[in-house]
């Protein structure tokens, strides 16, 4: 009897040990079309909630599912919706990457430590007269 109780629990193990690898192998579907989740995931499993953070909008199929509300960005750039005016990735058009010291302005690549029209950040304009130095505008 004692044989036949450990051959059964050892099967138990081995069965939710498969069923937990299962469960937690995530399954990719690159040809589906997905819309971001919102809302609350009260009473969900953390499985659940682990991947349903990060779906991401893909447009391949539809680009107009960039514009939906809650979309990253009107534009649709290598499966992903983006904005080609401030993604540093796709800065101007799809693949355009910007430096690392530079940010994407009105779909341009800009140092905000030293451009005069975009110093400290998006817009910023330095005064007649002033220079750009480190972000901040200063009498040259």
């Given amino acids: 009897m004692n044989t036949s109780l450990n051959k059964i629990l050892i099967t138990l193990i081995i069965l939710m040990v498969f069923a937990v690898n299962l469960s937690a192998t995530p399954i990719e579907d690159d040809d589906e079309d997905l819309l971001p989740r919102s809302g609350s995931l009260r009473g969900a499993s953390r499985f659940l909630a682990q991947h349903s953070r990060g779906l991401i909008l893909k447009c391949n199929k ?62 910023n304009r330095c005064k007649k007269g002033n220079s750009c130095m480190h972000g901040m505008c200063s009498y040259a």
């Fill in 62 to 123: 539809n680009p107009r599912l960039c514009r939906a509300k809650g979309s990253p960005g009107p534009d649709c750039c290598n499966k992903k919706c983006v904005n080609v005016k401030t993604d540093k990735q796709n800065c101007g058009l799809c693949g355009k990457k910007c430096k690392h010291q530079e940010i994407c302005c009105k779909g341009k690549c800009v140092n905000v430590m030293t451009d005069k029209k975009h110093c400290g950040g998006c817009n």
